[in-house]
């Protein structure tokens, strides 16, 4: 059974940073690609970011371009998301997840979710 346990998730003001974590278990993800999702209060589920095994293909949505950076240690069967210049608007629960292609960027793509881990910016 796939399990994807986030973690790192918080209280920080605008212009701050975080550092989101995901650990899985139950099946090696060293061929997956790995990637992230959100949800704000009140809006739909969306797409952050994603990244194949090797990093070789990575895609942000625009919202976060420049300002989140995700990484992968496959040796742990970790992804990361490094979350910097935070914004009010980036509040959400941010959820990990397991994906066939880095540009599945929709809900019903998603093999996997995590329980998800609760964000938030205060201004």
């Known amino acids: 059974q796939v399990h994807l346990v986030e973690s790192g998730g918080g209280l920080v003001q605008a212009g701050g940073s975080l550092r989101l974590s995901c650990a899985a278990s139950g099946r090696t993800f060293s061929r997956d690609t790995m990637g992230w999702f959100r949800q704000a209060p009140g809006k739909e589920r969306e797409f952050v970011a994603a990244?194949?095994?090797?990093?070789?293909?990575?895609n942000y949505a625009d919202s976060v371009k420049g300002r989140f950076a995700i990484s992968r240690d496959n040796a742990k069967n970790t992804v990361i998301l490094q979350m910097n210049s935070l914004k009010p608007e980036d509040t959400a629960v941010y959820y990990c997840?397991?994906?066939?292609?880095?540009?599945?960027?929709?809900?019903?793509?998603?093999?996997?979710w995590g329980q998800g881990t609760k964000v938030t910016v205060s201004s």
């Open positions: 990244s194949t095994r090797t990093g070789s293909i990575i």
């Open positions: 997840t397991v994906l066939p292609s880095p540009y599945s960027t929709h809900v019903h793509e998603v093999d996997y």
